[in-house]
């Protein structure tokens, strides 16, 4: 589609990207600039506007495309005998002729709010209003309410997000906010995030076609292998993001929060990298039933500090941390580690989890001659796994978006983690999500046998997911997460995190079709958790 | 904003100096102890008394309040018993009338859970004057909460800490009413910091922006050392985790609390 220069100012001013498929026309990149002379942008607005450009193909004016604009221009007037107006001709604006003729050209939908395209409509030679009739719906749908995926510049997704924080947090929150985007859109960090996830975390990760889970679950299954990153998951495309933002902010130390401390080693693992102070905090349960992820934090010079408090684990941990960057607001740069917490952070972390879904759709294209699949799949605890595999696909309605929760013992059991079963909007970790609360809005303490997904709520962005009716959220319990662990142990050889055995176990509750494409998102490994899934051999 | 009759801004209209506001969490240490230990505050003459609503989670809080928190919460605390205790806490029906203005403090999910606007009618009802809720954020509360507040007579208090921008403090002196809320460090509630030059820097340059409103030190604050140095910068302050220590220790009579708010102001 081709996206008129009125909505790129909007997601300019909104540090939003339009739609993966969007082509600017060169006469738009002109529009552009021509508006942030006249408006005066600051440097940050352009640079972002720059960056925006440089991410799209360009439409530029081809010899061919000037009998289309020869012939728009006078349609337009009322002046093409073969197609004349029925109602009163107007001069449009010439640079919105080139625009229109540019996705009349290239046979795309024009996206626009400007109502001046509205004159081209009605007869026409039948070349000239395919083009013209396309852009008159484009724009009367594009002016109806839409449901977005993208961050609000408050924060928002839908009703869910924003920063609830103490004031004692707005300054080091607000300095990431102003920041953050900027920071990614810069060439040279973009350079050295790239560098650091081909060369050190060993990416891109591998599609893999799992055929004999396919030919027993009757679909056909690829798995996103996560589990190939260096430190064994996922968290580690984030903690690369933030430890360079950390950096660019000046910052010398590093505090963090961890469940089953995934997480933690892969924030102690890029401090150890780049030599910043680490410091982690874990529940104190949490430590003993993850004893070697703890010991990996240590070995990778890492302060391990026990949350006593509350529940002592994944909830408290966060806690803690937050505490901890209340105390040390200058100095000190908090790297959360899934898409919860006050924005900048969803958005941020979603961002740099968006290599996922960047890669599926090369990656599947390039197997199956398509780049969407029919259901995307993935693991939800804070969610940003999901978030990074659902990314590039938000906007593509054919496909379906699955998040499997964790229940715990059952969802009425008391002992599960299922958020969005059981859960209600509130407020938790600064944002405004759902989450497992009694009716006096306490936070209940939730349960799972997954480490990982024992959080009592959700990222902002599922919330939405979830409200919207976009993502279809299955709740996987203790025993059936296990089951599908231990065969896609025999059937692949792989063995998969508990977590990421809930992805796989929300399968068989999708009701496939044998043509249907599944991408699961294979979060992470199962070393960590061989203590639990040995109980069970 | 004017409001027409509220106690926190009777009380800046006749004192302005060495104003002590001291801070116990509902249903602490035992669930009836509310009304006791606010009794108990009044007689020994605290100016202004912050009730803590507890809350499983408060992130602004050091151990000495968040057990305080828990132990509330276990005794079976939830802002429908804390309305209810305070029910004719302003009448003269079940003893002595409380005069003493009153806040609540807490955090926000239980606020929206009970419902914004029938936690202002209740805060109304029982006589309660403003409230701090730390985790809501000046722009969220103008954008959605502020004219519920403002219907209800409420004032909500914010805080400003030493990182607070000059620009961002203008704001919030001209949206509050009632006092600001002077965090004297960057620390969570409890800290032992000390005080130190830097405060004392940041003390003064708040001090010389003339603002609007009255202001209160709080966080730290917890002899009568730092009572005075406080009250030398701003109006007065705020006693919190030490006066949790303190009922913990020696009890709620109203003797133990008058004992407690001597060793403060002396
Ligand atoms: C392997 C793995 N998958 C998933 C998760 C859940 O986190 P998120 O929902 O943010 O992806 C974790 C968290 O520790 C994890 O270690």
Same mark, same amino acid.
């Given at each position: 589609m081709i996206y008129d220069t009125n909505l790129l100012i909007g997601h300019i001013r909104e540090r939003s990207l339009p739609p993966l498929q969007t082509i600017i026309s060169i006469v738009v990149v002109g529009e552009l600039e021509a508006f942030s002379l006249k408006a005066d942008w600051g440097a940050q607005k352009i640079d972002f506007m720059r960056y925006l450009i440089d991410r799209y193909p360009i439409g530029d004016i081809e010899f061919d495309i000037i009998p289309v604009y020869a012939q728009l221009d006078a349609f337009s007037q009322g002046k093409l005998k073969t197609a004349p107006l029925n109602y009163s001709a107007r001069n449009m604006g010439k640079n919105d002729l080139w625009i229109a003729a540019t996705a009349l050209y290239l046979d795309m939908e024009l996206h626009t709010?400007?109502? @001046?395209?509205?004159? &081209? #409509?009605?007869?026409?030679?039948p070349n000239v209003r395919i083009a013209l009739s396309k852009a008159l719906i484009i724009m009367q749908t594009t002016l109806e309410p839409q449901t977005s995926f993208e961050v609000t /510049?408050?924060?928002?997704y839908g009703h869910f997000g924003g920063a609830f924080i103490p004031e004692m947090l707005y300054p080091n929150v607000e300095e990431l906010r102003q920041n953050y985007l900027s920071i990614i859109a810069d060439p040279a960090f973009q350079a050295e995030f790239w560098q650091l996830l081909e060369d050190?975390?060993?990416?891109?990760?591998p599609l893999f076609l799992a055929k004999r889970l396919s030919a027993k679950l009757g679909a056909t299954i690829y798995l996103k292998?996560? @589990?190939?990153?260096h430190t064994g998951a996922h968290k580690i495309n984030n903690t690369i993001g933030q430890i360079l933002v950390a950096q660019r902010l000046g910052k010398k130390r590093i505090v963090a929060e961890t469940g089953a401390g995934q997480h933690g080693v892969a924030t102690a693992t890029v401090c150890a990298l780049m030599g910043l102070e680490c410091i982690v905090y874990m529940g104190s349960i949490d430590m003993e039933r993850q004893k070697p992820n703890v010991d990996r934090m240590r070995m990778l010079g890492a302060t391990v500090v026990p949350a006593?408090?509350? $529940? %002592? &684990?994944l909830k408290d941990a966060t806690n803690e941390a937050m505490r901890h960057w209340i105390n040390n607001p200058v100095d000190t740069h908090y790297i959360i580690? $899934?898409? *919860?917490?006050?924005?900048p952070y969803p958005d941020m972390v979603a961002r740099f989890q968006s290599v996922i879904s960047g890669e599926v759709r090369k990656q599947l294209f390039a197997k199956t001659?398509?780049?969407? +699949?029919?259901y995307v799949v993935a693991c939800v605890g804070g969610g940003s796994n999901a978030a990074g595999a659902f990314y590039h696909y938000? /906007?593509? +309605?054919s496909v379906r978006l699955v998040a499997a929760e964790a229940a715990g013992q059952? *969802? &009425?059991? #008391?002992?599960?983690?299922?958020t969005t079963a059981l859960g209600k909007p509130g407020v938790l970790h600064g944002s405004r999500t759902i989450l497992m609360q009694t009716e006096d809005g306490q936070v209940i303490e939730p349960y799972s046998i997954s480490a990982g997904l024992d959080y009592p709520g959700i990222g902002p962005l599922h919330a939405h997911l979830f409200e919207s009716g976009r993502g279809d959220f299955y709740a996987i319990t203790d025993d059936e997460a296990l089951e599908a662990g231990f065969e896609l142990s025999k059937l692949e050889g792989i063995i998969p995190a508990l977590e990421s055995a809930h992805a796989l176990a929300a399968l068989a509750k999708m /009701?496939? %079709?044998?043509?249907d494409v599944v991408v699961v998102c294979?979060?992470?490994?199962g070393d960590k958790d061989l203590s639990t899934y040995s109980k069970f051999l | 904003m004017t409001l027409t009759q509220n106690r926190i801004t009777d009380l800046f209209a006749t004192k302005s100096e060495r104003l002590l506001n001291v801070y116990f969490t509902a249903g602490?240490?035992?669930?009836?102890d509310t009304m006791t230990v606010l009794r108990g505050l009044q007689a020994a003459g605290v100016d202004l008394v912050e009730i803590g609503m507890p809350?499983?989670?408060?992130?602004?809080?050091?151990e000495t309040i968040q057990h305080s928190n828990e132990r509330a919460l276990d005794n079976g605390m939830s802002l429908k018993t804390l309305f209810s205790q305070l !029910?004719?806490?302003?009448? !003269?029906t079940s003893g002595e009338p409380v005069t003493v203005p009153i806040l609540l403090m807490g955090y926000i999910n239980p606020v929206i859970q009970f419902g914004i606007e029938n936690f202002c009618k209740k805060c109304q009802e029982v006589g309660v004057d403003g409230v701090i809720l730390?985790?809501?954020p000046l722009d969220l509360f103008l954008d959605e909460y502020a004219p519920i507040f403002r219907e209800y007579g409420i004032l909500n208090v914010h805080l400003i800490t030493p990182q607070t921008a000059e620009s961002r403090i203008r704001l919030i002196d001209e949206e509050s009413d009632g006092f600001i809320y002077m965090?004297?460090? !960057?620390?969570?509630?409890?800290?032992?910091?000390?005080?130190?030059d830097s405060m004392r820097t940041y003390f003064e340059r708040i001090n010389a922006m003339n603002l609007r409103n009255p202001r209160l030190i709080g966080f730290g604050i917890n002899n009568h050392e730092t009572f005075d140095m406080a009250s030398q910068y701003a109006n007065g302050a705020i006693v919190g985790s030490a006066f949790i220590r303190h009922l913990a220790e020696k009890g709620t009579s109203a003797e133990s609390i008058r004992a407690f708010v001597e060793t403060i102001r002396a």
């Amino acid at each position: 589609m081709i996206y008129d220069t009125n909505l790129l100012i909007g997601h300019i001013r909104e540090r939003s990207l339009p739609p993966l498929q969007t082509i600017i026309s060169i006469v738009v990149v002109g529009e552009l600039e021509a508006f942030s002379l006249k408006a005066d942008w600051g440097a940050q607005k352009i640079d972002f506007m720059r960056y925006l450009i440089d991410r799209y193909p360009i439409g530029d004016i081809e010899f061919d495309i000037i009998p289309v604009y020869a012939q728009l221009d006078a349609f337009s007037q009322g002046k093409l005998k073969t197609a004349p107006l029925n109602y009163s001709a107007r001069n449009m604006g010439k640079n919105d002729l080139w625009i229109a003729a540019t996705a009349l050209y290239l046979d795309m939908e024009l996206h626009t709010t400007d109502n @001046d395209f509205d004159r &081209t #409509g009605g007869p026409a030679s039948p070349n000239v209003r395919i083009a013209l009739s396309k852009a008159l719906i484009i724009m009367q749908t594009t002016l109806e309410p839409q449901t977005s995926f993208e961050v609000t /510049n408050k924060g928002f997704y839908g009703h869910f997000g924003g920063a609830f924080i103490p004031e004692m947090l707005y300054p080091n929150v607000e300095e990431l906010r102003q920041n953050y985007l900027s920071i990614i859109a810069d060439p040279a960090f973009q350079a050295e995030f790239w560098q650091l996830l081909e060369d050190y975390v060993g990416r891109p990760t591998p599609l893999f076609l799992a055929k004999r889970l396919s030919a027993k679950l009757g679909a056909t299954i690829y798995l996103k292998r996560e @589990d190939l990153c260096h430190t064994g998951a996922h968290k580690i495309n984030n903690t690369i993001g933030q430890i360079l933002v950390a950096q660019r902010l000046g910052k010398k130390r590093i505090v963090a929060e961890t469940g089953a401390g995934q997480h933690g080693v892969a924030t102690a693992t890029v401090c150890a990298l780049m030599g910043l102070e680490c410091i982690v905090y874990m529940g104190s349960i949490d430590m003993e039933r993850q004893k070697p992820n703890v010991d990996r934090m240590r070995m990778l010079g890492a302060t391990v500090v026990p949350a006593t408090s509350g $529940s %002592q &684990t994944l909830k408290d941990a966060t806690n803690e941390a937050m505490r901890h960057w209340i105390n040390n607001p200058v100095d000190t740069h908090y790297i959360i580690g $899934s898409v *919860v917490g006050p924005h900048p952070y969803p958005d941020m972390v979603a961002r740099f989890q968006s290599v996922i879904s960047g890669e599926v759709r090369k990656q599947l294209f390039a197997k199956t001659g398509s780049s969407n +699949p029919d259901y995307v799949v993935a693991c939800v605890g804070g969610g940003s796994n999901a978030a990074g595999a659902f990314y590039h696909y938000l /906007n593509e +309605p054919s496909v379906r978006l699955v998040a499997a929760e964790a229940a715990g013992q059952g *969802v &009425t059991s #008391g002992h599960s983690a299922a958020t969005t079963a059981l859960g209600k909007p509130g407020v938790l970790h600064g944002s405004r999500t759902i989450l497992m609360q009694t009716e006096d809005g306490q936070v209940i303490e939730p349960y799972s046998i997954s480490a990982g997904l024992d959080y009592p709520g959700i990222g902002p962005l599922h919330a939405h997911l979830f409200e919207s009716g976009r993502g279809d959220f299955y709740a996987i319990t203790d025993d059936e997460a296990l089951e599908a662990g231990f065969e896609l142990s025999k059937l692949e050889g792989i063995i998969p995190a508990l977590e990421s055995a809930h992805a796989l176990a929300a399968l068989a509750k999708m /009701n496939l %079709q044998p043509d249907d494409v599944v991408v699961v998102c294979l979060s992470g490994r199962g070393d960590k958790d061989l203590s639990t899934y040995s109980k069970f051999l | 904003m004017t409001l027409t009759q509220n106690r926190i801004t009777d009380l800046f209209a006749t004192k302005s100096e060495r104003l002590l506001n001291v801070y116990f969490t509902a249903g602490f240490p035992y669930l009836d102890d509310t009304m006791t230990v606010l009794r108990g505050l009044q007689a020994a003459g605290v100016d202004l008394v912050e009730i803590g609503m507890p809350y499983s989670d408060p992130v602004a809080d050091g151990e000495t309040i968040q057990h305080s928190n828990e132990r509330a919460l276990d005794n079976g605390m939830s802002l429908k018993t804390l309305f209810s205790q305070l !029910a004719d806490c302003r009448s !003269a029906t079940s003893g002595e009338p409380v005069t003493v203005p009153i806040l609540l403090m807490g955090y926000i999910n239980p606020v929206i859970q009970f419902g914004i606007e029938n936690f202002c009618k209740k805060c109304q009802e029982v006589g309660v004057d403003g409230v701090i809720l730390p985790d809501l954020p000046l722009d969220l509360f103008l954008d959605e909460y502020a004219p519920i507040f403002r219907e209800y007579g409420i004032l909500n208090v914010h805080l400003i800490t030493p990182q607070t921008a000059e620009s961002r403090i203008r704001l919030i002196d001209e949206e509050s009413d009632g006092f600001i809320y002077m965090v004297s460090s !960057a620390s969570i509630t409890g800290s032992v910091k000390g005080v130190s030059d830097s405060m004392r820097t940041y003390f003064e340059r708040i001090n010389a922006m003339n603002l609007r409103n009255p202001r209160l030190i709080g966080f730290g604050i917890n002899n009568h050392e730092t009572f005075d140095m406080a009250s030398q910068y701003a109006n007065g302050a705020i006693v919190g985790s030490a006066f949790i220590r303190h009922l913990a220790e020696k009890g709620t009579s109203a003797e133990s609390i008058r004992a407690f708010v001597e060793t403060i102001r002396a």
